[in-house]
């Protein structure tokens, strides 16, 4: 775990982003917590590589058009537009 960020460090961003915050050490707290979870993220990032299966063309399945009814078997065309029950 990273060391707590100071109230010297919070004042420093605090300037460069040019926003005024009275009570620094409201937010401590809440910028230690994003030090942590960055450093997670990090430690995360190099953890492993993912690697895709390559698969050959030949063996993949043939696409077959399938008509489906079920969720949409409840639909109903009128005047050109799709109609769906009423919702309570």
Same mark, same amino acid.
């Given at each position: ?6 109230? @010297? ?5 605090? $300037?460069?982003? $040019?926003? @005024? ?9 809440? +910028? ?12 995360? +990032?190099? +953890?492993?590589?993912?690697?895709? $299966? ?28 799709? $109609? ?5």
């Amino acid at each position: 775990m990273s060391a707590k960020v100071s109230i @010297e460090e919070a004042e420093r961003i605090a $300037r460069l982003m $040019r926003i @005024e915050v009275d009570d620094h050490e409201v937010h401590m707290d809440e +910028a230690q917590k994003m030090i942590v979870y960055m450093e997670i993220l990090d430690e995360a +990032a190099g +953890a492993e590589e993912y690697s895709p $299966r390559v698969v050959p063309h030949s063996e993949l399945r043939e696409d077959k058009a399938v008509p489906f009814e079920g969720a949409l078997g409840c639909l109903r065309i009128r005047d050109g537009y799709v $109609r769906s029950p009423r919702l309570s």
